[in-house]
């Protein structure tokens, strides 16, 4: 069993940057690929960006390309999700996930997320 713990949300001003990071235990953390995903107030949730277990490949929504890194440190078992340019639209609740690469995440753990609010 993995456990994920999301820390890094807050409140930000438009234009302004945030990294969020997630804290794994629990398993061979080099093993999974890992994710974030976002879901807005009366949204579905949706992919942001996910890395291998190597973290050779990263992969992003098509519509999250240029402002998003992620990245992941196997040593400290650790995954951040860096957030240039944020946007009021950005503001959701953001999502750790631990899975398997699959078109191009399959989640099977997820983290209980952590607010960004973006404001204008």
């Known amino acids: 069993q993995v456990q994920l713990v999301e820390s890094g949300g807050g409140l930000v001003q438009a234009g302004g940057s945030l990294r969020l990071s997630c804290a794994a235990s629990?398993?061979?953390?080099?093993?999974?690929?890992m994710g974030w995903f976002r879901q807005a107030s009366g949204k579905e949730r949706e992919f942001v960006a996910a890395?291998?277990?190597?973290?050779?490949?990263?992969y992003y929504a098509d519509s999250m390309k240029g402002r998003w890194t992620i990245s992941r440190d196997n040593a400290k078992n650790m995954a951040y999700l860096q957030i240039n340019s944020l946007k009021p639209e950005d503001t959701a609740v953001y999502y750790c996930?631990?899975?398997?690469?699959?078109?191009?995440?399959?989640?099977?753990?997820w983290g209980q997320g952590t607010q960004v609010t973006v404001s204008s």
């Open positions: 629990g398993g061979t953390f080099s093993s999974y690929a």
């Open positions: 996930a631990a899975g398997v690469l699959a078109s191009p995440l399959s989640p099977t753990y």
């Open positions: 890395i291998s277990g190597s973290a050779g490949s990263t």
